[in-house]
């Protein structure tokens, strides 16, 4: 069984009791395969620039980072978030090693956009260790903070990050959000969604901000891994269990 990667959106860092149900569905799907867990922080980062009194700037669902920044925001993400997920894991009873996009060369990174400051492109890379940890039956917690060829911080969009590190690890994908999936203009779920259906809903403005993203990340993954991918929600965990398992309970992209 291939392994599989779990985006965690940053928001659920903010329920205690939701990550500890998703951490508790997370302990009894890793004792049957890989399980490896990808995650933002974005609420984190935004708290800790507002206490800085430093300004957030977006720019189409990214956030820009200035190179004075980018210190702060590893550290929101490679440190805090990253290590209360680790907690978690050891509360909800398994063993869990907090790593980076740099760590192992698991992604290559290079500057996305000039404009956006230090905010990274990830590519896949080497799988090897974060293969070998998974085989101890470790599971890998992994901030969205890598590193270029020149060894600079980059912050990498939570959602892109995850794609690449499927990539690496030839794993499946799902991508966990606050929301249930993609919602049509009645706020209703659509339970699938073509590239072209997606960029018509882009063009009137009901899919925004940071779906963008995770609409075109989704779709990157599924060409690149050749197989569907699912955007849901880590709302409700007994729907993760389901979904875990390979059923459907958000919206799938598929090419």
Same mark, same amino acid.
């Given at each position: 069984?291939?392994?599989?990667?779990?985006?965690?959106?940053?928001?659920?860092?903010?329920?205690?009791?939701?990550?500890?149900?998703?951490?508790?569905?997370?302990?009894?799907?890793?004792?049957?395969?890989?399980?490896?867990?990808?995650? %933002?922080? =974005?609420? $984190? @980062?935004?708290?800790?620039? *507002?206490?800085?009194?430093? #300004?957030?700037?977006?720019?189409? !669902? /990214?956030?820009?980072?200035?190179?004075?920044?980018?210190?702060?925001?590893?550290?929101?993400?490679?440190?805090?978030?990253?290590?209360?997920?680790?907690?978690?894991?050891?509360?909800?009873?398994?063993?869990?090693?907090?790593?980076?996009?740099?760590?192992?060369?698991?992604?290559?990174?290079?500057?996305?956009?000039?404009?956006?400051?230090?905010?990274?492109?990830?590519?896949? %890379?080497? =799988?090897? $260790? @974060?293969?070998?940890?998974? *085989?101890?039956?470790?599971? #890998?917690?992994?901030?969205?903070? !890598? /590193?270029?060829?020149?060894?600079?911080?980059?912050?990498?969009?939570?959602?892109?990050?995850?794609?690449?590190?499927?990539?690496?690890?030839?794993?499946?994908?799902?991508?966990?959000?606050?929301?249930?999936?993609?919602?049509?203009?009645?706020?209703?779920?659509?339970?699938?969604?073509?590239?072209?259906?997606?960029?018509?809903?882009?063009?009137?403005?009901?899919?925004?901000? %940071?779906?963008?993203?995770? @609409?075109?990340?989704?779709?990157?993954?599924?060409?690149?891994?050749?197989?569907?991918?699912?955007?849901?929600?880590?709302?409700?965990?007994?729907?993760?269990?389901?979904?875990?398992?390979?059923?459907?309970?958000?919206?799938?992209?598929?090419?």
């Amino acid at each position: 069984m291939k392994p599989l990667v779990v985006k965690l959106g940053g928001a659920v860092l903010s329920d205690s009791a939701l990550l500890t149900q998703l951490f508790d569905v997370i302990a009894a799907q890793a004792k049957h395969r890989a399980i490896v867990v990808v995650h %933002g922080g =974005g609420y $984190l @980062v935004d708290d800790l620039m *507002a206490k800085l009194q430093l #300004p957030t700037v977006k720019k189409n !669902g /990214l956030r820009v980072t200035p190179a004075d920044q980018i210190p702060v925001i590893a550290g929101a993400l490679a440190g805090t978030a990253n290590k209360l997920l680790l907690g978690q894991a050891m509360r909800s009873g398994f063993k869990a090693v907090g790593l980076c996009l740099a760590d192992g060369g698991l992604c290559e990174v290079s500057v996305l956009d000039a404009e956006l400051g230090s905010v990274g492109d990830a590519k896949p %890379g080497d =799988g090897a $260790l @974060v293969s070998a940890i998974c *085989a101890q039956g470790v599971v #890998p917690i992994i901030s969205s903070i !890598g /590193l270029d060829s020149h060894g600079e911080l980059m912050n990498v969009n939570a959602d892109q990050a995850a794609v690449a590190v499927a990539g690496a690890l030839d794993a499946e994908l799902v991508l966990l959000s606050d929301v249930p999936g993609v919602l049509d203009g009645n706020r209703e779920l659509i339970t699938a969604l073509t590239e072209a259906d997606a960029e018509a809903l882009i063009t009137a403005g009901v899919i925004t901000d %940071g779906m963008i993203v995770k @609409v075109h990340a989704a779709f990157d993954a599924a060409k690149s891994l050749g197989r569907p991918i699912e955007v849901a929600s880590w709302r409700d965990p007994a729907l993760l269990e389901q979904l875990f398992s390979g059923g459907s309970v958000g919206t799938r992209f598929a090419v």
